[in-house]
């Protein structure tokens, strides 16, 4: 599968941003999605994640009550950014899995480009 991430801009601290991430290929529905970002100078952490089904997800405590993941029977996955902080500033990146295991330490398989989120102060 080939992942295509999007939506990333400049926003002031407390606003919001959507990014999406769209799939290739048909086997869209066997793959368990997820949010990762990097920041300048520190390694990559997990965002949030979402089931196969969509009826399960899980957030990094960092994100948790803020972000919003969700995906849609088009090959498309989001994830919405509210309340925004300047520590939320990244280079994110959507990720696909097939592991059986939905958590912060499952193991992903594909990904895509990066998209820069920028949170001003």
């Known amino acids: 599968v080939q992942l295509q991430a999007s939506g990333g801009g400049l926003v002031q601290a407390g606003g919001s941003l959507r990014l999406s991430c769209a799939a290739s290929?048909?086997?869209?529905?066997?793959?368990?999605m997820g949010w990762f970002r990097q920041a300048p100078g520190k390694e990559r952490e997990f965002v949030a994640a979402i089931s196969r089904s969509g009826g399960s997800t899980y957030y990094a405590d960092s994100v948790k009550g803020r972000f919003t993941i969700s995906r849609d029977n088009a090959k498309n996955t989001y994830l919405q950014m509210n309340s925004l902080k300047p520590e939320d500033t990244a280079v994110y990146y959507c990720?696909?899995?097939?592991?059986?295991?939905?958590?912060?330490?499952?193991?992903?398989?594909?990904w895509g480009q990066g998209t820069q989120v920028t949170v001003s102060s």
């Open positions: 290929g048909r086997t869209f529905m066997r793959y368990i």
């Open positions: 990720a696909a899995s097939t592991a059986t295991y939905l958590g912060r330490d499952t193991v992903y398989d594909f």
